[in-house]
Protein backbone atom coordinates (compact mmCIF):
# COMPACT_ATOMS: atom_id res chain seq x y z
CA UNK A 1 0.00 0.00 0.00
CA UNK A 2 2.65 2.08 0.64
CA UNK A 3 4.03 2.67 -2.65
CA UNK A 4 0.90 4.21 -4.47
CA UNK A 5 0.50 6.71 -1.30
CA UNK A 6 4.35 7.46 -1.93
CA UNK A 7 3.68 8.29 -5.46
CA UNK A 8 0.26 10.37 -4.75
CA UNK A 9 2.38 12.09 -1.86
CA UNK A 10 5.09 13.01 -4.36
CA UNK A 11 2.29 14.06 -6.94
CA UNK A 12 1.03 16.43 -4.36
CA UNK A 13 4.16 18.51 -3.69
CA UNK A 14 5.13 18.95 -7.08
CA UNK A 15 1.46 19.69 -8.35
CA UNK A 16 2.32 21.31 -12.09
CA UNK A 17 2.24 17.42 -13.52
CA UNK A 18 0.02 16.13 -16.89
CA UNK A 19 -2.48 14.17 -14.80
CA UNK A 20 -3.23 11.68 -17.04
CA UNK A 21 0.85 10.01 -16.93
CA UNK A 22 0.44 10.70 -13.14
CA UNK A 23 -2.48 8.73 -13.16
CA UNK A 24 -0.90 5.74 -14.68
CA UNK A 25 2.13 6.31 -12.47
CA UNK A 26 0.11 5.95 -8.94
CA UNK A 27 -1.71 3.18 -10.80
CA UNK A 28 0.99 1.17 -11.68
CA UNK A 29 2.53 1.79 -8.12
CA UNK A 30 -1.08 0.42 -6.81
CA UNK A 31 -0.85 -3.08 -8.15
CA UNK A 32 1.55 -3.78 -5.30
CA UNK A 33 -1.43 -3.10 -3.18
CA UNK A 34 -2.98 -5.92 -4.96
CA UNK A 35 -0.62 -8.48 -6.68
CA UNK A 36 2.18 -10.27 -4.72
CA UNK A 37 4.31 -11.53 -7.52
CA UNK A 38 7.65 -10.10 -7.36
CA UNK A 39 8.33 -10.21 -11.04
CA UNK A 40 5.13 -8.07 -12.36
CA UNK A 41 5.43 -5.20 -9.37
CA UNK A 42 9.16 -5.38 -10.34
CA UNK A 43 8.18 -4.23 -14.07
CA UNK A 44 4.96 -1.69 -12.86
CA UNK A 45 7.03 0.21 -10.63
CA UNK A 46 10.03 0.62 -13.44
CA UNK A 47 6.74 2.01 -15.74
CA UNK A 48 5.47 3.58 -12.74
CA UNK A 49 9.24 5.63 -12.77
CA UNK A 50 8.86 6.22 -16.38
CA UNK A 51 5.12 7.95 -16.07
CA UNK A 52 5.98 9.96 -13.19
CA UNK A 53 9.07 11.38 -15.47
CA UNK A 54 6.62 11.77 -18.39
CA UNK A 55 3.93 13.39 -16.19
CA UNK A 56 6.67 16.61 -14.82
CA UNK A 57 8.42 16.24 -18.17
CA UNK A 58 6.15 15.38 -20.50
CA UNK A 59 7.05 14.90 -24.36
CA UNK A 60 5.37 14.12 -27.84
CA UNK A 61 7.66 13.02 -30.45
CA UNK A 62 8.58 10.19 -30.29
CA UNK A 63 12.34 11.07 -29.14
CA UNK A 64 10.29 13.69 -26.77
CA UNK A 65 8.77 10.79 -25.13
CA UNK A 66 11.82 8.80 -24.92
CA UNK A 67 13.57 11.83 -23.43
CA UNK A 68 11.01 12.39 -20.94
CA UNK A 69 10.69 9.08 -19.50
CA UNK A 70 14.35 9.50 -18.31
CA UNK A 71 14.02 13.40 -17.24
CA UNK A 72 13.54 13.41 -13.91
CA UNK A 73 16.55 11.01 -12.59
CA UNK A 74 18.98 12.88 -14.62
CA UNK A 75 17.38 15.99 -13.34
CA UNK A 76 18.29 15.35 -9.95
CA UNK A 77 22.10 15.29 -11.08
CA UNK A 78 21.23 18.90 -11.67
CA UNK A 79 18.36 19.57 -8.66
CA UNK A 80 20.58 19.12 -5.52
CA UNK A 81 23.15 21.70 -6.03
CA UNK A 82 20.04 23.54 -7.39
CA UNK A 83 18.61 22.91 -3.67
CA UNK A 84 21.19 23.95 -1.81
CA UNK A 85 21.63 26.89 -3.99
CA UNK A 86 17.95 27.95 -3.25
CA UNK A 87 18.24 27.60 0.20
CA UNK A 88 21.40 29.70 0.79
CA UNK A 89 19.92 32.13 -1.37
CA UNK A 90 16.49 32.33 0.74
CA UNK A 91 18.53 31.79 4.18
CA UNK A 92 18.50 28.25 5.27
CA UNK A 93 19.07 27.66 9.12
CA UNK A 94 22.27 27.41 10.26
CA UNK A 95 21.93 23.99 11.23
CA UNK A 96 21.11 22.85 7.78
CA UNK A 97 24.45 22.25 6.28
CA UNK A 98 25.59 20.26 8.89
CA UNK A 99 22.70 18.00 9.17
CA UNK A 100 22.21 17.04 5.77
CA UNK A 101 26.18 16.37 5.11
CA UNK A 102 26.04 14.53 8.65
CA UNK A 103 23.07 12.59 7.32
CA UNK A 104 24.51 11.83 4.13
CA UNK A 105 27.53 10.34 6.14
CA UNK A 106 25.40 7.99 8.69
CA UNK A 107 23.89 6.61 5.08
CA UNK A 108 27.09 5.61 3.81
CA UNK A 109 28.84 4.36 6.74
CA UNK A 110 26.45 2.81 8.82
CA UNK A 111 25.58 -0.05 6.15
CA UNK A 112 28.96 -0.86 5.41
CA UNK A 113 30.03 -1.07 9.10
CA UNK A 114 26.55 -2.92 9.53
CA UNK A 115 27.42 -5.71 7.33
CA UNK A 116 30.88 -5.79 8.14
CA UNK A 117 30.31 -7.04 11.97
CA UNK A 118 27.28 -9.05 12.99
CA UNK A 119 27.34 -7.47 16.65
CA UNK A 120 27.11 -4.18 15.53
CA UNK A 121 24.64 -4.90 13.09
CA UNK A 122 22.46 -6.77 15.81
CA UNK A 123 22.94 -3.59 18.47
CA UNK A 124 21.66 -1.34 15.57
CA UNK A 125 18.66 -3.94 15.05
CA UNK A 126 17.98 -3.73 18.60
CA UNK A 127 17.67 0.17 18.87
CA UNK A 128 15.57 0.60 15.58
CA UNK A 129 11.81 -0.23 15.29
CA UNK A 130 12.50 -3.29 13.15
CA UNK A 131 16.23 -4.84 11.70
CA UNK A 132 16.46 -2.99 8.41
CA UNK A 133 18.31 -0.32 8.60
CA UNK A 134 19.46 0.57 5.02
CA UNK A 135 16.69 -0.25 3.12
CA UNK A 136 14.09 2.49 4.53
CA UNK A 137 16.88 4.96 4.39
CA UNK A 138 17.63 4.51 0.78
CA UNK A 139 14.32 4.45 -0.25
CA UNK A 140 13.29 7.47 1.46
CA UNK A 141 16.58 8.97 -0.01
CA UNK A 142 15.77 7.84 -3.71
CA UNK A 143 11.74 9.44 -3.18
CA UNK A 144 13.49 12.46 -1.73
CA UNK A 145 16.02 13.09 -4.33
CA UNK A 146 13.24 12.70 -7.47
CA UNK A 147 11.25 14.80 -6.77
CA UNK A 148 13.64 17.84 -5.99
CA UNK A 149 14.74 16.48 -9.61
CA UNK A 150 11.14 17.07 -10.24
CA UNK A 151 10.85 20.46 -8.60
CA UNK A 152 13.99 21.39 -10.65
CA UNK A 153 12.41 20.44 -13.97
CA UNK A 154 9.25 22.55 -13.22
CA UNK A 155 10.98 25.57 -12.07
CA UNK A 156 13.68 25.41 -14.85
CA UNK A 157 11.87 23.97 -18.03
CA UNK A 158 13.92 22.13 -20.60
CA UNK A 159 14.09 23.67 -23.91
CA UNK A 160 10.86 22.62 -25.94
CA UNK A 161 11.61 19.56 -28.00
CA UNK A 162 11.87 19.97 -31.79
CA UNK A 163 10.87 17.88 -34.11
CA UNK A 164 13.41 15.80 -35.99
CA UNK A 165 14.81 17.33 -38.96
CA UNK A 166 16.22 14.13 -40.30
CA UNK A 167 15.90 14.49 -44.35
CA UNK A 168 13.12 12.05 -46.05
CA UNK A 169 15.49 10.26 -48.42
CA UNK A 170 13.39 7.77 -49.59
CA UNK A 171 11.94 8.64 -53.35
CA UNK A 172 8.71 6.23 -54.20
CA UNK A 173 11.10 3.80 -56.25
CA UNK A 174 13.50 3.33 -53.35
CA UNK A 175 10.65 1.79 -50.78
CA UNK A 176 7.47 0.45 -52.94
CA UNK A 177 9.44 -2.50 -54.07
CA UNK A 178 10.82 -3.93 -51.03
CA UNK A 179 7.45 -2.72 -48.70
CA UNK A 180 5.45 -4.70 -52.00
CA UNK A 181 7.55 -7.79 -51.75
CA UNK A 182 6.26 -7.79 -47.89
CA UNK A 183 2.91 -7.47 -48.21
CA UNK A 184 2.89 -10.10 -51.05
CA UNK A 185 4.44 -12.35 -48.50
CA UNK A 186 2.50 -11.74 -45.93
CA UNK A 187 -0.43 -12.05 -48.13
CA UNK A 188 0.64 -15.65 -48.90
CA UNK A 189 1.19 -16.82 -45.35
CA UNK A 190 -1.98 -15.00 -43.97
CA UNK A 191 -3.93 -17.12 -46.60
CA UNK A 192 -2.22 -20.33 -45.14
CA UNK A 193 -2.75 -19.56 -41.76
CA UNK A 194 -6.68 -18.72 -42.33
CA UNK A 195 -7.01 -21.83 -43.53
CA UNK A 196 -5.00 -23.49 -40.26
CA UNK A 197 -7.18 -21.62 -37.88
CA UNK A 198 -10.19 -22.28 -39.26
CA UNK A 199 -9.18 -25.99 -40.46
CA UNK A 200 -8.61 -27.01 -36.80
CA UNK A 201 -6.65 -29.65 -35.82
CA UNK A 202 -7.51 -32.97 -38.47
CA UNK A 203 -6.03 -30.11 -41.07
CA UNK A 204 -2.55 -29.17 -39.45
CA UNK A 205 -2.39 -33.18 -39.11
CA UNK A 206 -2.76 -33.43 -42.46
CA UNK A 207 -0.58 -30.61 -44.08
CA UNK A 208 2.06 -30.42 -41.58
CA UNK A 209 2.68 -34.04 -40.10
CA UNK A 210 2.46 -32.52 -36.30
CA UNK A 211 -0.18 -32.40 -33.43
CA UNK A 212 -1.60 -28.93 -32.75
CA UNK A 213 0.48 -28.41 -29.89
CA UNK A 214 3.92 -28.67 -31.70
CA UNK A 215 2.32 -26.55 -34.62
CA UNK A 216 1.79 -24.15 -32.06
CA UNK A 217 5.91 -24.25 -30.28
CA UNK A 218 7.20 -24.01 -33.49
CA UNK A 219 5.79 -20.65 -34.85
CA UNK A 220 4.61 -18.77 -32.25
CA UNK A 221 8.06 -16.42 -31.43
CA UNK A 222 9.30 -16.92 -35.41
CA UNK A 223 5.75 -14.77 -35.86
CA UNK A 224 6.51 -12.66 -32.43
CA UNK A 225 10.10 -11.73 -33.79
CA UNK A 226 8.46 -10.73 -37.35
CA UNK A 227 5.65 -8.45 -35.49
CA UNK A 228 8.17 -6.59 -33.65
CA UNK A 229 10.37 -6.48 -36.89
CA UNK A 230 7.36 -5.29 -38.93
CA UNK A 231 7.15 -2.27 -36.98
CA UNK A 232 10.35 -1.18 -37.91
CA UNK A 233 9.90 -1.58 -41.32
CA UNK A 234 6.85 0.42 -40.83
CA UNK A 235 8.26 3.05 -39.08
CA UNK A 236 11.49 3.75 -40.88
CA UNK A 237 9.44 3.63 -44.25
CA UNK A 238 7.36 6.53 -42.76
CA UNK A 239 9.78 8.77 -41.57
CA UNK A 240 12.29 8.52 -44.67
CA UNK A 241 9.64 8.03 -47.68
CA UNK A 242 9.14 11.12 -49.59
CA UNK A 243 5.57 12.88 -49.46
CA UNK A 244 5.70 14.98 -52.45
CA UNK A 245 2.41 14.56 -54.57
CA UNK A 246 -1.16 12.90 -53.60
CA UNK A 247 0.32 9.77 -55.65
CA UNK A 248 2.99 9.23 -53.00
CA UNK A 249 0.54 9.50 -50.57
CA UNK A 250 -2.05 6.96 -52.00
CA UNK A 251 1.24 4.56 -52.31
CA UNK A 252 2.09 5.21 -48.61
CA UNK A 253 -1.19 4.84 -47.13
CA UNK A 254 -2.28 2.03 -49.30
CA UNK A 255 0.84 -0.30 -48.86
CA UNK A 256 1.62 0.48 -45.28
CA UNK A 257 -2.11 -0.06 -44.44
CA UNK A 258 -1.58 -3.41 -46.35
CA UNK A 259 1.33 -4.52 -43.95
CA UNK A 260 -0.49 -3.07 -41.11
CA UNK A 261 -3.86 -5.68 -41.52
CA UNK A 262 -1.71 -8.51 -42.60
CA UNK A 263 0.53 -8.05 -39.67
CA UNK A 264 -2.52 -8.31 -37.19
CA UNK A 265 -3.97 -11.71 -38.45
CA UNK A 266 -0.52 -12.95 -37.85
CA UNK A 267 -0.49 -11.37 -34.48
CA UNK A 268 -4.01 -13.19 -34.52
CA UNK A 269 -2.50 -16.59 -35.38
CA UNK A 270 0.50 -15.92 -32.94
CA UNK A 271 -1.97 -15.62 -29.66
CA UNK A 272 -3.77 -18.43 -31.44
CA UNK A 273 -0.86 -20.69 -31.65
CA UNK A 274 0.11 -19.62 -27.55
CA UNK A 275 -3.30 -20.70 -26.74
CA UNK A 276 -2.87 -24.01 -28.50
CA UNK A 277 0.23 -24.44 -27.10
CA UNK A 278 -0.56 -23.60 -23.28
CA UNK A 279 -3.83 -25.96 -23.62
CA UNK A 280 -1.20 -28.47 -24.68
CA UNK A 281 1.84 -27.96 -22.27
CA UNK A 282 0.26 -25.69 -19.55
CA UNK A 283 0.27 -22.33 -18.59
CA UNK A 284 3.46 -20.44 -16.94
CA UNK A 285 4.59 -16.88 -16.58
CA UNK A 286 6.39 -16.13 -19.32
CA UNK A 287 3.46 -17.42 -21.98
CA UNK A 288 1.30 -15.42 -20.21
CA UNK A 289 3.96 -12.18 -20.24
CA UNK A 290 4.62 -12.81 -24.16
CA UNK A 291 1.12 -13.21 -25.07
CA UNK A 292 0.04 -9.76 -23.33
CA UNK A 293 3.31 -8.80 -25.20
CA UNK A 294 1.59 -9.90 -28.36
CA UNK A 295 -1.74 -8.34 -27.90
CA UNK A 296 -0.28 -5.08 -26.91
CA UNK A 297 1.36 -4.66 -30.35
CA UNK A 298 -1.94 -5.71 -31.74
CA UNK A 299 -3.08 -2.32 -30.00
CA UNK A 300 -0.09 -0.77 -31.42
CA UNK A 301 -0.81 -1.69 -35.33
CA UNK A 302 -4.55 -0.69 -34.54
CA UNK A 303 -2.66 2.55 -33.79
CA UNK A 304 -0.49 2.98 -36.61
CA UNK A 305 -3.56 1.93 -39.02
CA UNK A 306 -5.05 5.23 -37.12
CA UNK A 307 -1.96 7.45 -37.93
CA UNK A 308 -1.68 6.33 -41.64
CA UNK A 309 -4.73 7.83 -42.34
CA UNK A 310 -3.87 11.33 -42.62
CA UNK A 311 -0.18 10.25 -42.46
CA UNK A 312 0.12 12.78 -39.42
CA UNK A 313 0.40 11.52 -36.04
CA UNK A 314 2.13 13.39 -33.13
CA UNK A 315 -0.09 11.59 -30.26
CA UNK A 316 1.37 8.30 -31.86
CA UNK A 317 4.27 7.99 -29.73
CA UNK A 318 2.38 8.79 -26.07
CA UNK A 319 -0.27 6.23 -27.10
CA UNK A 320 2.01 3.79 -27.63
CA UNK A 321 3.64 4.67 -24.29
CA UNK A 322 0.36 5.03 -22.29
CA UNK A 323 -1.12 1.59 -23.92
CA UNK A 324 2.58 -0.09 -22.89
CA UNK A 325 1.69 1.14 -19.37
CA UNK A 326 -1.78 -0.01 -19.08
CA UNK A 327 -1.40 -3.46 -20.45
CA UNK A 328 1.10 -3.68 -17.28
CA UNK A 329 -1.45 -2.45 -15.24
CA UNK A 330 -4.47 -5.28 -17.16
CA UNK A 331 -1.92 -7.86 -16.73
CA UNK A 332 -1.62 -7.02 -12.79
CA UNK A 333 -5.89 -6.77 -12.27
CA UNK A 334 -5.66 -10.49 -14.44
CA UNK A 335 -3.47 -11.79 -11.43
CA UNK A 336 -1.42 -14.07 -13.79
CA UNK A 337 -0.02 -16.48 -11.13
CA UNK A 338 -3.51 -16.96 -9.77
CA UNK A 339 -4.88 -17.25 -13.61
CA UNK A 340 -2.03 -19.60 -14.11
CA UNK A 341 -2.80 -21.70 -11.15
CA UNK A 342 -6.49 -22.04 -11.94
CA UNK A 343 -5.63 -22.58 -16.12
CA UNK A 344 -3.32 -25.37 -14.83
CA UNK A 345 -5.74 -26.94 -12.10
CA UNK A 346 -8.68 -26.79 -14.47
CA UNK A 347 -6.37 -28.29 -17.11
CA UNK A 348 -5.40 -31.13 -14.58
CA UNK A 349 -9.46 -31.52 -13.56
CA UNK A 350 -9.99 -31.99 -17.36
CA UNK A 351 -7.70 -35.15 -17.45
CA UNK A 352 -4.33 -33.36 -18.48
CA UNK A 353 -1.16 -33.26 -16.21
CA UNK A 354 -0.31 -31.16 -13.46
CA UNK A 355 2.95 -29.55 -12.63
CA UNK A 356 2.75 -29.64 -8.49
CA UNK A 357 6.59 -28.68 -8.52
CA UNK A 358 5.86 -25.42 -11.08
CA UNK A 359 2.73 -24.27 -8.54
CA UNK A 360 4.50 -24.09 -5.61
CA UNK A 361 6.85 -21.79 -6.92
CA UNK A 362 4.41 -19.44 -7.70
CA UNK A 363 4.02 -16.68 -5.49
CA UNK A 364 1.26 -15.73 -3.06
CA UNK A 365 -1.31 -14.71 -5.56
CA UNK A 366 -1.50 -18.57 -5.83
CA UNK A 367 -2.10 -20.04 -2.68
CA UNK A 368 -6.39 -19.26 -3.35
CA UNK A 369 -6.29 -21.71 -6.31
CA UNK A 370 -3.60 -23.96 -5.14
CA UNK A 371 -6.09 -24.64 -2.02
CA UNK A 372 -9.22 -26.07 -4.40
CA UNK A 373 -6.70 -29.09 -5.13
CA UNK A 374 -7.36 -32.39 -2.81
CA UNK A 375 -5.68 -32.27 0.66
CA UNK A 376 -2.74 -34.29 -0.41
CA UNK A 377 -2.22 -32.64 -3.91
CA UNK A 378 -2.78 -29.21 -2.09
CA UNK A 379 -0.44 -30.01 0.96
CA UNK A 380 2.87 -31.13 -1.38
CA UNK A 381 1.83 -27.75 -3.02
CA UNK A 382 1.78 -25.52 0.04
CA UNK A 383 3.60 -27.68 2.53
CA UNK A 384 6.78 -24.70 2.79
CA UNK A 385 4.64 -21.80 2.29
CA UNK A 386 5.26 -19.28 4.51
CA UNK A 387 3.50 -15.85 4.09
CA UNK A 388 5.16 -12.96 5.73
CA UNK A 389 3.32 -10.39 7.88
CA UNK A 390 2.33 -6.96 6.89
CA UNK A 391 2.02 -3.42 8.92
CA UNK A 392 -0.72 -1.26 7.27
CA UNK A 393 2.65 0.50 5.18
CA UNK A 394 3.15 -3.27 3.15
CA UNK A 395 0.04 -4.47 3.41
CA UNK A 396 -1.18 -6.26 0.61
CA UNK A 397 -4.74 -7.70 -0.43
CA UNK A 398 -3.11 -11.17 -2.02
CA UNK A 399 -0.99 -12.43 0.75
CA UNK A 400 -3.89 -11.05 2.82
CA UNK A 401 -6.10 -13.80 0.91
CA UNK A 402 -2.90 -16.33 1.39
CA UNK A 403 -2.52 -15.83 5.06
CA UNK A 404 -6.54 -16.87 5.31
CA UNK A 405 -6.86 -19.83 3.43
CA UNK A 406 -3.39 -21.49 4.98
CA UNK A 407 -4.71 -20.67 7.97
CA UNK A 408 -7.76 -22.20 7.31
CA UNK A 409 -6.29 -25.32 5.67
CA UNK A 410 -6.23 -28.61 7.27
CA UNK A 411 -3.56 -30.91 7.96
CA UNK A 412 -2.88 -33.72 5.75
CA UNK A 413 0.18 -35.64 4.37
CA UNK A 414 1.71 -35.38 0.55
CA UNK A 415 0.53 -37.48 -2.32
CA UNK A 416 1.10 -36.47 -5.92
Not at 286 to 305: D, M
Amino acid sequence: MGWGLTALVVFGLVRRVRWGWAGLSVALFATGTLVASQWLFGLCAIAGCAAASLAVAGGVTANGVALGAVAVPLATIRGVPWLAKGLRANGAPPMARPVVVTALLLVIFVPLLAGADAAFAGMLGAALPDGSVGQPIVLFLMVGVATVGACHLIATPRTPEEVSSLPRTFARRDWVLPVGALVALFAAFVGVQVTALFGGDDYVLRTAGLTYAEYARRGFWQLLAVTVLTLGVIAVTARFARVENDSDRRWLRGLLGALSVLTLIIVASALARMWAYQQAYGFTVLRVLVATCELWLGVVYLLVLAAGVKLRARWLARAVVGTGFAALIGLALLNPDRFIAERNIARWQAGGPIDLGYLSLLSDDAVPAIATLPDGMRTCALQYRKVKDDDWRSWNLARSEAREVLGSARPSSCER
